[in-house]
Structures are given as C-alpha cells and as structure tokens.
C-alpha cells in the first residue's frame, strides 16, 4: 500500500537510487489505487527517475472489479506487467468450502466472500473441473492465465501438493465457451 505521508517524488528517488546503485533492477508496487499510479508513473516521466514496471493487484474470479475497473487499462496502456495475488482467494477458489458448511475452520477471513454470487462462481468452477478433469483450484488459476494481461500470478502453496496442484494449471486449456462463462458467472 502506498504510504499517504510520503510524497510520491521521495519513494521513487528512493527507488531510482537503488537501481543506480545495482542493488535492485525494477520496480514495482501493490495495491494502487489508479489515480497513484498514474501520479507515480507520471512523477517518474516528469523527473525522469525509474518508473513501476509492474503492479501486484488483488485479482482473482471473485474479486474483479478493482483491478478490471481502470487499473487493467493503465497497465495495459503504459505496458506494466500484472503479477496478482490471492489468485485462489484464500482457498475459496479451491472448492474446499461448500454453501452449506460455511463454518471457514481457518484463521483467515474467508466468510466475507460468502455470498451467493461467489457461491455460483464456485459452482461454475466445479462444473468445469469436472468436464476438464482438472481441480477446481487449476481452473480458477487456469482463467487467470488466460487473460491477455497477465504477467503471472502469485502463487502461495503451503505444501509440495499445493504446489503440483498450482502447477497443474499450466497444461489446463480451456475452450472459449468455459472461459466466456466464468466471466459471465463472476462479472
């Protein structure tokens, strides 16, 4: 998050001295709002010091409209890689929680995203891991790869089968029509 009592001039002369110095080579930053980073990357033009190359949003199936909203076309426009984070949203997107055993049994807020938009979104997924033959996990990240302006997202398995699974989403393809209703489902 960017600090609101730091101008923005002083975090990227901060940064562009790093890159001076060689001990960093880009940078980036996470949880923008867009007016920021168009300020940041606006300063940077102006003071001819190094500009974010990238942006770590918060974006997944069911958390899209901040980022789709005017972030996507910021970085699509000035060409800065999107590395989101959370792209299973905190195991929901995983299929481990059902609508009628909501009790989240996990030290993370999860119940906040239990609603019946989200419920259907999960419904969907589950459909299409069983017509692919995929987890529900690799079809959520599977629709995060397939969208044109992703870098790479995020990953933060906490064991060696999380990982395979995350990985496992890689050899996922899916067809226009699955794609075209997942977004339909979480729009």
Sequence with gaps: FFDENVP????????????????VRYIGCSNYPSWRLMQALWVSDKLGLARYTSLQPHYNLVHRS???????????????????????ETGFLTGKYHKDAT??????NVARIFNEKNWATL?????????????????????LLNQPIITSPIIGPRNLEQLKDNLGALDVHLSPEQIARLNQISA
């Design 66 to 88: 901040e980022f789709e909203s005017e972030l996507a076309m910021v970085c699509r426009t000035y060409g800065l890689g999107v590395l989101p984070y959370s792209p299973l």
């Design 8 to 23: 923005i001039e002083e975090t990227l002369t901060a940064f562009n001295d790093l890159i001076r110095q060689g001990k």
């Design 103 to 108: 009790d989240a049994g996990s030290q993370r």
């Design 123 to 143: 419904e969907e997924l589950e459909k299409i891991a069983q017509e692919t033959g995929a987890s529900v996990s690799q079809i959520a990240m599977a629709w």
